[in-house]
């Protein structure tokens, strides 16, 4: 429901302090003031809203299909703002199982748009030949590749 909000700026007294990923519970601290609606009851209609409406791209699925017949190890690393637990359930609704790990950039403070994302999983899996695999030009593909990972665009 609120996608536009990915990020946030820091500002403590007039001043930037910088930016970070956001968390939906952020968001609707901020939200329900303007809106009159509980936190609460907002954060729990959006997740419920989006676990009903997201599905799967059928050619990643036929994509991670494959890797997952090569025994490859899969990383699924994310620029969102809603809870892992929500994520890791929308995942398993819509076919996506067998990966090792789920970063979202919310838990981490980092994301793809950035960079700093894909410099938390060169970390974790140091030595590693990693190819990325998404559908964002931008955040997917060139952001992977500054940061010496292979890209492909689906």
């Given amino acids: 429901l609120i996608r ?3 990020k946030f700026s820091v500002i403590v007294g007039g001043d930037t302090v910088g930016d970070y990923e956001v968390t939906l519970s952020e968001i609707w601290e901020e939200l329900s003031a303007v809106i009159h609606i509980p936190a609460e009851d907002g954060m729990r209609a959006e997740i419920e809203v989006e676990e009903r409406l ?3 791209i059928s050619e990643m699925q036929i994509v991670w299909n494959r890797l997952l017949a090569q025994k490859k190890r899969l990383v699924i690393l994310t620029d969102m703002y809603l809870p892992q637990e929500v994520l890791e359930q929308i995942l398993a609704h819509n076919g996506y ?26 970390a974790a899996y140091p030595g590693s030949r990693i190819i990325h695999v998404g559908d964002d030009p931008v955040s997917d593909v060139r952001n992977a590749k500054r940061h010496g990972i292979t890209a492909i665009r689906i």
Wanted: charged share 30%.
């Fill in 4 to 6: 536009f909000w990915n």
């Fill in 97 to 122: 199982a067998g990966y090792e790990r789920l970063m979202v950039s919310n838990t981490y403070r980092k994301s793809k748009a950035d960079g700093s994302l894909y410099e938390e999983l060169k």
């Fill in 54 to 56: 997201c599905k799967a």
